[in-house]
């Protein structure tokens, strides 16, 4: 029901898991700032219901930081916009990258997103029988 907040995320040091880090601080420095310009566009589109952009924004920014809390509010987004397949693979990508990518942020989203993972693959599974039944 909630959206991650990344307060502490904008924190984080980019070059430890950043796709394009230059050698140089003023690369390091550039991909930070866009990072955060994502990050921040992203939450205010979330907030504004606006999902597929909050979608771009927040995978701009993965692909700048990989950070599972990006991965969570995809996730959310695309549950809201009712695309509960797309929902479903953002979910079970936070949990593999909340395990490759431990953070502080993303440990107490875990049992969430773990309910979320189980109640949609149990919606597709009535689905299904129910075409298979038609």
């Known amino acids: 029901m909630r959206m991650a907040l990344i307060g502490l995320l904008l924190a984080i040091p980019i070059d430890a898991h950043a796709a394009d880090s230059g050698s140089t601080n003023v690369g390091a420095r550039g991909i930070k700032q866009r990072f955060v310009a994502h990050v921040q566009a992203g939450i205010r589109l979330f907030q504004e219901q606006r999902w597929d952009e909050a979608i771009k924004e927040y995978e701009s920014a993965y692909l700048l930081n990989i950070q599972p809390v990006l991965m969570f509010n995809i996730a959310q ?7 509960l397949i797309e929902a479903q693979l953002s979910y079970e990508a936070f949990l593999r990258d909340a395990r490759t990518y431990p953070h502080v942020e993303a440990e107490p989203l875990i ?3 773990e309910t979320y993972v189980s109640a949609l693959r149990a919606s597709r599974d009535v689905v299904r029988l129910n075409s298979e039944k038609a």
């Not at 987004?77 to 695309?83: P, Y």
């Open 77 to 83: 987004a695309h549950r809201r916009a009712q695309r």
């Open 111 to 113: 049992p969430e997103a």
